[in-house]
């Protein structure tokens, strides 16, 4: 028995697609090729086969998933996540949410943001970076997006470089693209006991 | 004057590809121009700027259409920006809309495209009400007769013009602030 996830968790739940992925074993060679490079470089997991229906979006969106994560410079990855978790929050992708809290969690060696989010969302009490990260990817995240000059200008404030802010565009930005694949194509499920 | 048609016109070919800022729809929808100031700051992610140009056109223009042709598939990118209130992005797509150019509008009522309305409900929730998509909305793609791998391509569609649209939007709030 599956239970499907509706709230807010650190804890990865599994996904559940909700059309049939490819097969691998039917998979094309195209398709092969494609499931090489995948976002987390594990094993080929249902996602992964769900979005090889479509092997030239994902032919190309694995590379750019990566290098907006984790390409060296700019932004901290850490605060990348903390973008990610945000649009995750706005879209409601409960298993995205979970990956990047958790992420965020280890990166910074501090449950404490991620605590304090899911616990009071937008009125969460952050220290000013945070908060103006957090601020300016959940506008961002919003649909149309709202996040305005000010939200830039806070970004600014609060010490962040322009390479900073655009890094932290990207990566929000990329959950506007994420979010819509996860949340809408399955379900984030609880783990299933061995028993 | 003679000079003036050489000064300022040299092209940053071989950079990313081959590509200069023209050809990249998130740089010029931002009118990020060569030898700006965010044109410096966004370089060092030049990689990423011209990934998400090949990414535009596998999901706008790829071999492997299934069941949204290359006209369609405008027309949806055309529609979603729209709904995401950026007019400049929509009327960019739009241009290639063809035979669905009227689709582009969300305020067009579906009766010429009576078997598209399950397709354009669902472009429609997913792009602007993402967090309320639940089974029922891809289970009513199924019962109208849309292939799984079908229902993958629409989502990566919108799901792309989704972070396309917020880049282009926080490079424009950048833009503005450098001037």
């Given at each position: ?17 909700r059309?049939v992925?490819v ?19 594990t ?39 903390l ?88 990566s ?6 994420a ?17 | ?30 009118g ?61 797509y739009?241009?290639?809309?063809g035979q669905?150019?009227?689709?582009a ?14 397709v354009?409900?669902?472009?429609d929730?997913?792009a ?17 007769g ?31 602030g450098t001037?």
């Amino acid at each position: 028995m599956t239970r499907i996830i509706h709230r807010f968790t650190r804890k990865v739940p599994e996904w559940q697609p909700r059309v049939v992925p490819v097969k691998l074993e039917e998979a094309t060679p195209q398709q092969l090729e494609a499931l090489k490079v995948t976002p987390s470089n594990t094993k080929v997991s249902d996602y992964v086969l769900t979005l090889a229906h479509d092997v030239e979006s994902l032919s190309v969106r694995s590379p750019l998933f990566n290098a907006i994560m984790y390409d060296r410079g700019g932004m901290s990855r850490e605060e990348r996540e903390l973008g990610a978790l945000a649009a995750s929050m706005v879209n409601r992708c409960v298993y995205c949410a979970a990956v990047h809290a958790d992420r965020h969690a280890k990166l910074a060696k501090d449950e404490t943001v991620t605590d304090e989010l899911f616990a009071k969302g937008e009125m969460a009490d952050l220290d000013p970076r945070n908060k103006a990260i957090f601020d300016f990817s959940r506008k961002a995240a919003e649909a149309p997006p709202s996040a305005g000059q000010e939200d830039i200008e806070a970004l600014s404030k609060a010490g962040l470089s322009d390479e900073e802010i655009f890094d932290l565009i990207l990566s929000s930005s990329l959950f506007g693209w994420a979010n819509r694949l996860m949340h809408v194509l399955g379900d984030p499920v609880s783990r299933k006991e061995t028993a | 004057m003679a000079t003036d048609r050489a000064a300022g016109r040299s092209t940053d070919k071989g950079e990313r590809g081959g590509m200069n800022n023209s050809d990249l729809t998130i740089l010029s929808q931002a009118g990020v121009t060569p030898d700006s100031t965010l044109s410096r700051v966004v370089s060092s992610r030049g990689n990423i700027i011209g990934m998400t140009q090949v990414a535009e056109e596998a999901v706008l223009r790829p071999k492997e259409t299934g069941a949204f042709s290359h006209d369609l598939r405008a027309s949806i990118a055309a529609r979603v920006a729209r709904l995401a209130g950026d007019e400049a992005l929509a009327a960019y797509y739009a241009a290639d809309a063809g035979q669905y150019a009227a689709l582009a509008d969300p305020g067009t009522p579906g009766v010429q495209y009576k078997e598209l309305a399950a397709v354009l409900s669902f472009v429609d929730k997913v792009a602007n009400q993402t967090r309320e998509a639940t089974a029922d909305d891809v289970a009513g793609l199924q019962h109208a007769g849309v292939s799984d791998a079908d229902i993958v391509r629409l989502c990566e569609l919108v799901a792309f013009l989704a972070f396309q649209i917020r880049v282009i939007a926080g490079l424009r709030l950048m833009q503005r602030g450098t001037v």
